[in-house]
């Protein structure tokens, strides 16, 4: 009896390995992600949050990837990327999905929901590489488009340093232009120097007014020079128009923006960084011109395992209706407040 069962287990196998081997091949997905935690004391909103948040140095997400090479050097992409609290496990907003051709001779076609290319060329110059409390993110920025749905996105090869990206995005798809985007970059990277340029158009039905839409444009010209263990960062940008966050604020602006930072790897458990923006709003009417700064630190325990500390704080020149926050999880300050908060927290890599 035991003889039978055993060949009959054998059999079964035989068996179940040449099903496999005649299937066609499947793409292989990966699983990777950030789950990012920190205890954090933050003054905003006219009060004082002491609990524990979630993403300081990185969203916490979960990114599920696939693969497959059709050969002739052409290669398909499937991303999906989701957002999720590191504290609760609750589940935030998309981030990323899209699928992608792709060679190195012709350069990458995809479509989908993904970063403008300005987003992603400025997001290498960030020093907190899009933390919690940049103050890019969230002083510079503040409601310019930069990650965009229902779009079409293109990256040229990298020829003599050189690449070019753009996009183009068809908006709510309701037969009107609200919030179509387009966007144009080009950078440089050669040794210690990176380069980078870049302008976006998005267009907004006003607020007040559905029957009307307004356009804004953005320009951005910045770098980051190399020293070996320091790296000096620089994004100067220029914004005019109509932004809108619906349904819940909206304004018509001008002005620009300076942002000056560095990275410092002292060592290859430890890391500084630290980022300084200053505002100067033209028609400083809904907005205040503002000085915001971050400064942190970075332990790495592991190759994939880090604990920090990071500080930031906003000042504006004067009370304002809209006020620049320290992090877009605080994000009404009051009228005459200057926000700010402090970080300690732990990020694992998978």
Partial sequence: MEILVRTKLTLCAVAAAAALASAPALAQVTLSGFIDINAEVAKSG??????????????????????????????ATAVHEITLRGDTGQQGSPRHTYIQLGSKAWGELSAGRRDLPSAEMYGYIDPTYSGDYSPISNTMLYFAPWRESNGLFYTTPRMAN?????????????????????????DYFGGDLYLMAATDQQYRRTLNNPNQIRNS??????GVYSMGALDLTLLYHRYSGYYAYPPY???????????????????????????????????????????????????????????????????????SAMRFPVSFNHATPLSNENPSGLQIGIRHKF
Avoid: P
Wanted: net charge positive; aromatic share 8%; glycine share 12%.
């Fill in 46 to 75: 006219g009060k004082t949050i002491k609990g524990l948040g979630s993403g300081g140095l990185n969203t916490s997400r979960l990114q599920f990837k696939a693969q497959e090479d059709l050969g002739d050097g052409l290669k």
């Fill in 162 to 186: 050189i690449q070019a990206r753009m996009s183009v995005t068809a908006g709510r798809e309701d037969g009107s232009k609200d919030a179509q985007t387009r966007s144009l970059a080009v």
């Fill in 217 to 222: 444009r953005d320009y951005y010209l910045g």
């Fill in 249 to 319: 604020v909206d304004f018509s602006s001008k002005g620009q923006d300076l942002q000056l930072g560095l990275r410092y790897e002292l060592n290859a458990q430890q890391r500084f960084f630290a980022s300084l923006v200053r505002k100067n709003d033209q028609l400083d009417a809904d907005l205040s011109d503002a000085t915001s700064w971050v400064v942190g630190y970075i332990h790495g325990l592991s190759k994939r395992t880090d604990i920090y500390s990071v500080y930031g704080s906003v000042r504006h020149a004067r009370d």
